[in-house]
């Protein structure tokens, strides 16, 4: 996807420390591990001790993102990060999507969410099991420029879940060049493979080009 903008002035902020508008750790640690190296000091939202509940009631992963981005570039007036991410599988017709952390319910945990997507597609053969999952980053600043990038990953879903690592959906997220799925690949795989590796690939490049104009 390419890089969206609400107006054309270049970043007038010296980007050196960013908020990401998240409380969950295994998002902030994923994202810190992708950009490791970059000069950019990553807060989040449990740094900055905000309880407040983000609103995300879009249509949209990109609505929701900017939703999330604005309450927190508004409050503190720093630059502000926030992404949403979403299984998409084909054969639930794009389902659970921009409702992945909720599928099951509003407080559902990541294992009952699982469940009720194995429940789902019961009956469903694995080479039907196609799937994607998709991240969509938005970089909100104080003085209101917006930028925007996407990455997706494709798979398919596992009959039952497999491996101990990552996080929501992973252990049934089958990547079939490795005949893995995420929570079995760990973190050195997935984080150069996975749809929020490529969203924040873009970003990096953003962040390089920005620095390299200074």
């Known amino acids: ?13 010296v980007l050196n420390e960013l908020i990401v508008a998240s409380h969950n750790a295994h998002k902030i640690e994923e994202i810190r591990d992708i950009l490791k190296g970059f000069p950019v000091r990553i807060l989040s939202l449990s740094d900055l001790n905000w309880n407040d509940p983000l609103i995300e009631d879009g249509s949209t992963y990109y609505e929701n993102a900017l939703k999330k981005a604005k309450a927190i570039a508004d409050h503190f007036g720093k630059p ?7 299984l998409e599988v084909d054969a639930l017709f794009g389902q659970p999507g921009i409702y992945s952390a909720r599928y099951a319910g509003e407080r559902a945990s990541d294992e009952i ?15 039907h099991r196609t799937a994607r ?3 969509t980053l ?30 929501g959906y992973d252990p049934l997220f089958l990547i079939p060049g490795y005949s893995k799925t995420f929570a079995e690949l760990g973190d050195e795989v997935k984080n ?5 590796a490529r969203a924040f690939a873009q970003f990096r490049n953003f962040l390089q080009n920005f620095q390299n104009s200074c």
């Open 192 to 196: 150069r493979i996975s749809h929020r």
């Open 133 to 135: 999952y998709r991240c």
């Open 80 to 86: 502000t990060l926030a992404e949403d991410s979403g």
């Open 1 to 13: 996807m390419p890089l969206l903008s609400m107006n054309t002035t270049p970043l007038k902020l």
């Open 138 to 167: 938005v970089l909100l600043c104080p003085d209101g420029e917006i930028h925007s990038w996407e990455g997706t990953c494709e798979g398919l879903i596992t009959s039952c879940p497999r491996g101990d690592k990552g996080f």
């Open 113 to 127: 969410n699982n469940r009720k997507l194995l429940t789902a597609l019961q009956d469903i053969p694995l080479l």
